[in-house]
C-alpha cells in the first residue's frame, strides 16, 4: 500500500509534523541529528552531507547534490549514478511501514531517467537478496528490469520544489503482495534514500538537484 501525503504543511506553516520518537524507530539517527553514522553511502562521491540548511525538525538533514552536465558517465548496465543516503539494520521484526519526508529544489531534468527513490532490500541468510523499489517522483514508468527488484510506483509526478513533501510506504503490505510472504529470518535489511539518473547516453541537458531528507522511521505503524 502507498501512501503520497503531499506537502508536509496545512494552512498554518509554521506546524511541521511531529517525528516519530527514537524508541520506536528501527533507524537510528533518523533526523540526522547526531551527526552521519550511521548512515553511509555506498559509493564514494556520490553520498550525502548532513547540513542545517534545511531541516524539518530538530536542526539538521541530510542533504544529496546532483549535478552532472551532459557527458558524465555513469556506471553499471543501465549507466547510471546515484547519490545515496543509507543505512542497514538487523530487526528482529520485519518493519511495517517506512516513511520519511524529502525536499527538492534546483531541480534539472536532463534526462528522462531522472528520479528520487526509496529502496529496501533484505538480505536472507544464505540465500540471495531481494527487494522493492518505490519511485517518489519523476518518472511514469519502470526504469529498467531488474531480476531481484519488484518497483511501486509511488508518484509518477516531477517533485514538488520548494516544500517539505512527506511520503509513506507499507513496506509489508507490499512485500506480502509482490513477493508473495512477509520476509522472514533475515540477516539484516538495507534502506537506501535515493536521487539518480540512468541511462546516460539519453542525457540532453544539465542533471541537477538538491534534495534534502528528514525524519526517517522504519518500524510499526
Request: glycine share 10%; hydrophobic share 35%; charged share 25%.
Amino acid at each position: 500500500m502507498l501512501v503520497l501525503l503531499g506537502p508536509c504543511y496545512g494552512e498554518d506553516k509554521s506546524a511541521p509534523i511531529e517525528p516519530d520518537t527514537p524508541e520506536t524507530n528501527l533507524l537510528d539517527n533518523g533526523g540526522l541529528e547526531t551527526g552521519r553514522e550511521p548512515w553511509y553511502t555506498i559509493v564514494e562521491g556520490n553520498g550525502f552531507a548532513v547540513t542545517d540548511a534545511r531541516y524539518l525538525s530538530g536542526t539538521h538533514s541530510a542533504l544529496e547534490s546532483m549535478r552532472d552536465p551532459v557527458g558524465v558517465p555513469g556506471s553499471g548496465p543501465t549507466n547510471s549514478k546515484v547519490y545515496y543516503l543509507v543505512q542497514e539494520i538487523p530487526p528482529d521484526e520485519f518493519p511495517e511501514v517506512v516513511r520519511g519526508n524529502y525536499f527538492v529544489e534546483n531541480w534539472a531534468k536532463g534526462t528522462r531517467w531522472q528520479y528520487l527513490q526509496f529502496v529496501i532490500i533484505v538480505f536472507p541468510v544464505e540465500q540471495p537478496n531481494y527487494q522493492i523499489r518505490y519511485p517518489l517522483a519523476g518518472i511514469d514508468s519502470e526504469p529498467f528490469p531488474i531480476g531481484n527488484a519488484k518497483f511501486q510506483i509511488v508518484s509518477k509526478e516531477e517533485p514538488l520544489q520548494g516544500e517539505w513533501v512527506p511520503f509513506e510506504v507499507n513496506v509489508k503490505e507490499d512485500f506480502e503482495e509482490l513477493w508473495g510472504a512477509v520476509p522472514e529470518g533475515f540477516e539484516k535489511l538495507r534502506l537506501l534514500f535515493e536521487v539518480r539518473w540512468d541511462f546516460s547516453q539519453e542525457a540532453t541537458g544539465l542533471r541537477s538537484a538538491d534534495v534534502f531528507w528528514d525524519d526517517l522511521y522504519a518500524g510499526q505503524d
